[in-house]
């Protein structure tokens, strides 16, 4: 089954507006990374927070990290038509007896302009 | 410094085909690891591969398998092609591995079964 869920499934918002997008995860992680899926660039890597940390930023990104409630959420400000793609959260974790990458399914996320 | 590259990037096979993929991570990235893409389940980790040996494998059955040579560059092959194996494949390399590091990802070979 997938570690990560994202929430929700999919996002409108005009350009300008902030972007919530929400992780839960089930068992314990060292690390939780953000990546972007659009059909023009692939998918991209745009944060890493480590278990220890509870709030990390990068540009207009800002991502925290709830080790306690295994959650983790990423908020795109002023976000522009540029970051429509979809958003998926990756835990690092041992499953089926191997340390593996477990991404969730992704939220989509619509900017209109 | 070149990002992934992955070739080919479409293929269209029919079942029961095998097929082999091709991946070449950025200069001095020595862990690869592959990933399948569909849209029911979403992005699944099938292996990874640090200094020419599988270090960690996903839940897909022996069908799937891979290699990776001295130059880090990596080959995914998929025998007994099923419709299910439809989907994007992706490879991405880092410097140490999965989790610790920010994984580079290829643009993906998109795979048809007939």
Redo the contacts between chains.
């Keep these: 089954s997938?570690q990560g869920e994202e929430d929700p499934q999919a996002l409108s918002i005009q350009e300008g507006e902030n972007a919530t997008m929400n992780c839960s995860y089930k068992t314990s992680i060292?690390?939780l990374?953000w990546?972007r899926q659009n059909s023009g660039r692939?998918?991209?890597?745009l944060i890493?927070i480590r278990s220890n940390e509870r709030e990390k930023h990068s540009g207009r990104l800002r991502v925290t990290l709830d080790t306690s409630k295994k959650s983790s959420s990423l908020l795109i400000t002023a976000s522009r038509a540029a970051d429509t793609a979809s958003y998926?959260c990756?835990t690092?974790a041992w499953?089926?007896g191997?340390?593996?990458?477990?991404?969730?399914?992704?939220t989509k996320l619509s900017v209109i302009p | 410094k070149a990002g992934v590259t992955q070739t080919p990037r479409y293929l269209i096979k029919t079942r029961g085909q095998q097929v082999t993929l091709s991946c070449s991570p950025i200069s001095g990235h020595r862990s690869v690891?592959w990933?399948q893409q569909t849209p029911g389940q979403?992005?699944?980790?099938l292996f990874?591969y640090f200094s020419e040996t599988q270090?960690?494998?996903?839940?897909f059955p022996g069908r799937f398998s891979g290699r990776q040579f001295s130059n880090s560059r990596s080959e995914m092959n998929v025998s007994t092609l099923e419709l299910g194996d439809s989907a994007l494949y992706?490879c991405?390399s880092s410097l140490n591995?999965?989790?610790?590091?920010?994984?580079?990802?290829?643009?993906?070979t998109r795979l048809t079964v007939l």
Excluded: C, I, M, W
């Excluded at chain 1, 191997?98 to 992704?106: D, E, H, I, M, P």
């Excluded at chain 2, 979403?42 to 980790?45: A, D, P, R, S, Y």
């Design positions: 997938q060292n690390n990374q990546y692939g998918l991209v890597h890493l998926f990756a690092d499953g089926a191997s340390y593996q990458l477990t991404f969730g399914k992704g | 690891s990933y979403g992005l699944q980790f990874e270090r960690n494998k996903g839940n992706l991405a591995g999965v989790g610790d590091n920010e994984q580079f990802f290829g643009p993906g």
